[in-house]
């Protein structure tokens, strides 16, 4: 079955400089969630979008932005980056933004910021 | 602080042992649901609880919810090494009108052949 795509799976990236994190969801999975997972911290939930549009905002820093495409593909921006950024960042895919509990995660983004 | 406690944090155990992971809410909890996650992977979705008293089974996996204590607990049966992972118990919450899944900070389970 198809899963939840990430890429890359590994980024490496200095301080102040920008990166884009992709989603690809499960098809017919119109919902999309991004979390961030520091070491040894649970995820926290960063940003979700349904049809295209955001649906829910949690803890983003403003120097992050994300949007959902046509196809469903979502990508999360990332600007000025800091130490604090370094992260597994987690997207996540649903059938039904009211079933959002039963997300199905992709394998992460392990970004590290030197 | 922690919305979500998990105990214990982590837990080394014999392979054919039983196990259980507790996971309490300082919260009223609506809803209660598990998940497992490899090292350094996503997370896969395990069950979701619901209604007090409620217990879900899948494979060896049982987990129960006691609303009035605000608890969940998973309970392994006959431990097998493809059972090692973190386990995290996540409640969805409303916070400033945003939807979203809060989680325990996780049980790390090694199972030793």
């Known amino acids: 079955a198809a899963g939840v795509i990430q890429s890359p799976r590994h980024l490496i990236k200095e301080k102040r400089e920008t990166a884009t994190l992709k989603c690809y969801p499960i098809?017919?999975?119109?919902?999309v969630y991004w979390y961030q997972q520091g070491p040894g911290q649970d995820p926290q939930f960063l940003i979700s979008?349904?049809?295209?549009?955001?649906?829910d905002k949690g803890s983003i820093p403003d120097r992050f932005s994300a949007q959902q495409f046509s196809d469903y593909h979502s990508e999360l921006n990332m600007s000025s980056l800091e130490l604090g950024d370094s992260a597994l960042y987690f997207c996540?895919?649903?059938?039904?933004?009211?079933?959002?509990?039963?997300?199905?995660f992709g394998p992460g983004t392990r970004l590290t910021v030197t | 602080s922690q919305e979500l406690e998990q105990s214990p944090q982590s837990l080394i155990v014999q392979e054919g042992k039983n196990l259980t992971i507790n996971c309490t809410s300082s919260?009223?909890?609506?809803?209660l649901y598990w998940y497992k996650q490899k090292y350094g992977e996503g997370l896969i979705f395990l069950m979701m609880?619901?209604?007090?008293?409620e217990e879900k089974s899948h494979e060896k996996i049982t987990a129960k919810l006691d609303e009035k204590k605000q608890q969940s607990s998973l309970h392994i049966t006959a431990s097998q090494p493809s059972h090692a992972g973190i386990y995290l118990c996540?409640?969805?919450?409303?916070?400033?009108?945003?939807?979203?899944?809060?989680f325990g900070q996780g049980t790390r389970l090694t199972i030793n052949p």
């Open positions: 996540a895919s649903s059938p039904y933004p009211t079933r959002f509990y039963e997300q199905y």
């Open positions: 098809p017919r999975h119109d919902t």
């Open positions: 979008f349904y049809e295209k549009m955001q649906s």
């Open positions: 919260k009223t909890l609506y809803g």
């Open positions: 609880l619901q209604k007090g008293g």
């Open positions: 996540g409640a969805d919450r409303k916070d400033q009108g945003a939807q979203k899944l809060v």
